[in-house]
């Protein structure tokens, strides 16, 4: 399901509708989250690839490759010190983002279709076998 086509990420002021900038990436765009303070976005790629870019001043930095899933990413979120990425490949992955490191992984019995991050330390999901999950990030 992965894409041989490259997308594009691009930052706009809201006000405005004036183009900040943005970056070429090697498949298709398939998530893309804000961290809560506004300086990273992180972006889910249909080749599997989690890259995180800077944000400063409205404009976005030269992405970071975080690691990667088997098949396509389907949601990532920003938790506590961490990244979440779900996939295609049933797998939730916290990363280390600054480290490009996989810290945990969590199997789900189908495809990772959303995560979302609460107030305290744990993340919840969804798959696409209708399942909803919660889970303690230590």
Do not use: I, M, N
């Not at 498949?27 to 893309?32: E, L, R, Y």
């Not at 107030?119 to 999901?125: C, K, L, N, Q, S």
């Amino acid at each position: 399901e992965g894409s041989s086509y490259p997308g594009y990420v691009a930052a706009f002021d809201a006000a405005t509708g004036e183009a900040r900038g943005g970056f070429l990436t090697p498949s298709a765009v398939t998530a893309v989250r804000l961290a809560p303070d506004g300086r990273r976005a992180a972006v889910g790629l249909a080749d599997g690839s989690v890259t995180v870019a800077g944000v400063t001043d409205g404009k976005l930095t030269r992405p970071t490759a975080v690691g990667k899933h088997v098949g396509p990413v389907r949601c990532v979120e920003f938790a506590a010190d961490r990244l979440f990425s779900g996939g295609a490949d049933q797998e939730l992955v916290g990363w280390d983002w600054a480290a490009g490191k996989r810290v945990s992984t969590f199997r789900h019995r189908a495809e990772v279709t959303s995560v979302a991050a609460t107030a305290g330390r744990e993340v919840v999901t969804t798959a696409a076998d209708g399942r909803v999950y919660l889970w303690a990030v230590e």
